[in-house]
């Protein structure tokens, strides 16, 4: 045993965060991201005739009473595949891409250990997606407000909510999709696992995104979409009515759980014997 | 195989103390399928040494160190590291051991030092509070530190290989493990890497140092070991290996045929055939016959032969060099891949 038995077993979070937002590919996503919210507003704001109920993506009609809710629209547009696509490359990335850097084995003779590098690559990932929907969430609220003020809004239960609660509900919102993207990253890091190839593995996570939606979308496997890590991504609508119905909520936060767990341990299963030959 | 066999009663003689060994392996093996990659080595490294890893490429030396280190899994047998059992007890060994595994691998988007910091963070008995100055000595010992701030994607090959090395000596290591340090490195570069193990040995670390090329770590190691398609095939200190090869006698005179026959009659028997004595000519010729231990002495030789009439031009008595038993050992060159 090493003489001095302190441990500083945090700085490999705090070291793994750092270099994450040292690379021009995480700033260079976030910075698309924040472009929907933009572009969207921007349109809107251009066009002659507001869009009229039920018009465009959701909520697009109430942007022009409170700005505020471009955050909303903005991450139900990116939610389906945008948003997805960023994880996908983050995950992905997170054990191949050091495996394909070569840095993986340094690391873990360090030694890192492989469970604290595992839940340390998982964390940072999850980090990436809080980044992700917050800069969707906060260019909405910024570009929205400076071009349509804040106002009113109708929600969709017909009542009308101020400034205040406008900026709960988005919240919630961000939130939700926040926590729709964790299970997506726990099946990432897997297969992650599996190749030292990082761009391989991106791609499989982004490929698996599209598969999920598009079996949701089949009625003939109605029995297996609550099973979908997809399942519960655009039911953020009951968040947007008065008083807020919790119930796909809570379940997507269950099935999030479940999928983290469930890959995690599969990762960890993998990681934990897998010779590291790159 | 009786060079091995030979050898390992050689150690058993000096009666090493598995305490006393910073590697030690037994019967270790490993396969990928149904090639087997390492096969069965019983590896002694001693405490304090500078131990060659030698052997051509492909003959098991890189997958050893994997093994070694934790990082792939034996298929057999079982390998202790400065005492402690791998795999089991490899997170107590790891922090004393610094090493450079295949080549040096970097984040390319980091400067040399922020990635030094960086796998400094993954051991999580480094103090952040000196990581800076360790860094910085680091750098230092490399001669690296002009560069410590440049992005490790603009890093020459030699540099990359010097930052490796820095990163191995991050914090006091009782153990060093250097991959082919000298690879990609100009002969000014291979100096410096060997003038730094001897620096690092001098302060008592084990240096365990693999390469294919041995003429870059000879002259500094202590200890060796010989690797060939994947099994170990001598085994000890410098001067046991050296001195396992008989001895030899090398003479130049223009006189070959009259020397051969006079090194006959005392009893040496010259590599080529004995032929008649023929009119001295003007060329000159090497003459090599093996000496065994109970020979005649050497000015003895050499007394007999200018009595004889054979111009002797030079006279020389050698152990054959290393370079000469390990491709006898291996049966083939150096350099080979398998």
């Avoid at chain 2, 090869?245 to 006189?255: E, F, K, Q, S």
Wanted: charged share 20%; with cysteine; proline share 5%.
């Amino acid at each position: 045993m090493p003489a001095d038995t302190r441990t500083h077993g945090g700085a490999l979070l705090g070291s793994e965060v750092r270099v994450l937002f040292r690379r021009w590919r995480t700033w260079a996503m976030l910075a698309a991201l924040a472009t929907i919210p933009i572009l969207m507003a921007v349109v809107v704001r251009l066009s002659s005739e507001p869009p009229g109920p039920g018009e465009g993506p959701p909520f697009l009609d109430q942007v022009t009473n409170n700005g505020m809710f471009v955050a909303v629209t903005a991450l139900v547009v990116t939610t389906p595949l945008f948003l997805p696509l960023t994880i996908a490359v983050v995950s992905g990335d997170t054990i191949a891409g050091e495996a394909g850097l070569g840095t993986l084995r340094y690391l873990l003779v360090a030694p890192a250990g492989r469970l604290r590098l595992l839940v340390v690559k998982y964390v940072s990932a999850c980090v990436f997606c809080v980044a992700a929907s917050g800069t969707v969430l906060l260019v909405g609220w910024g570009i929205g407000s400076a071009l349509f003020g804040t106002g009113e809004a109708t929600l969709l239960s017909g009542d009308t909510i101020g400034v205040g609660d406008a900026v709960v509900r988005s919240l919630l919102v961000g939130a939700h999709v926040t926590i729709c993207m964790l299970g997506l990253a726990a099946v990432g890091l897997f297969i992650s696992t599996l190749t030292d190839a990082g761009v391989g593995a991106m791609a499989a996570v982004a490929v698996l995104t599209i598969v999920a939606q598009v079996l949701g979308q089949l009625e003939q496997l109605a029995w297996l979409h609550p099973w979908l890590f997809t399942h519960h991504w655009l039911s953020f609508a009951d968040l947007l009515r008065a008083p807020i119905v919790w119930t796909s909520f809570t379940e997507n936060v269950l099935l999030q759980a479940a999928y983290v767990a469930f890959f995690g341990a599969l990762a960890y299963g993998r990681f934990s014997t897998k010779d590291v030959l790159s | 195989m009786t060079e091995t066999a030979t050898l390992a009663d050689e150690a058993d003689e000096a009666d090493i103390d598995p305490a006393d060994l910073a590697i030690a392996t037994t019967g270790l093996t490993k396969r990928f399928g149904h090639q087997t990659a390492v096969n069965g080595i019983d590896l002694a490294v001693p405490r304090g040494s500078v131990f060659g890893f030698l052997g051509p490429n492909g003959s098991g030396k890189t997958t050893t160190i994997r093994v070694l280190l934790g990082l792939a899994a034996a298929t057999g047998g079982s390998a202790r590291l400065l005492g402690h059992d791998v795999p089991t007890e490899l997170a107590q060994a790891l922090p004393r051991v610094g090493a450079l595994i295949e080549g040096p691998a970097f984040y390319p988007f980091l400067s040399g030092a922020d990635n030094l910091r960086r796998l400094d963070s993954a051991d999580r008995y480094a103090d952040p509070a000196t990581r800076d100055q360790r860094v910085a000595r680091a750098l230092e010992r490399v001669g690296l530190t002009h560069a410590a701030k440049k992005k490790a994607r603009a890093y020459s090959l030699g540099m990359k290989q010097r930052l490796g090395i820095a990163a191995a000596l991050l914090t006091p290591r009782d153990l060093l493990v250097l991959d082919e340090p000298t690879n990609g490195l100009d002969p000014q570069g291979t100096r410096e890497v060997r003038s730094l193990i001897r620096a690092v040995a001098a302060e008592g670390t084990t240096v365990f140092v693999s390469s294919h090329l041995l003429a870059e770590v000879a002259q500094i190691c202590t200890h060796a070991a010989v690797m060939h398609v994947g099994s170990l095939v001598a085994q000890g200190s410098l001067d046991d290996l050296r001195g396992t090869g008989a001895r030899v006698v090398r003479i130049t005179t223009p006189d070959g045929d009259l020397c051969r026959v006079e090194l006959a009659r005392l009893g040496l028997e010259a590599t080529g055939p004995v032929g008649e004595v023929t009119e001295p000519t003007t060329d000159e010729v090497a003459v090599e016959a093996p000496l065994a231990d109970d020979g005649p002495a050497a000015e003895d030789i050499v007394a007999a032969l200018v009595r004889a009439g054979v111009r002797v031009r030079s006279f020389d008595v050698d152990r054959p060099s290393l370079e000469d038993r390990f491709v006898a050992l291996t049966g083939e060159g150096f350099d080979v891949a398998r």
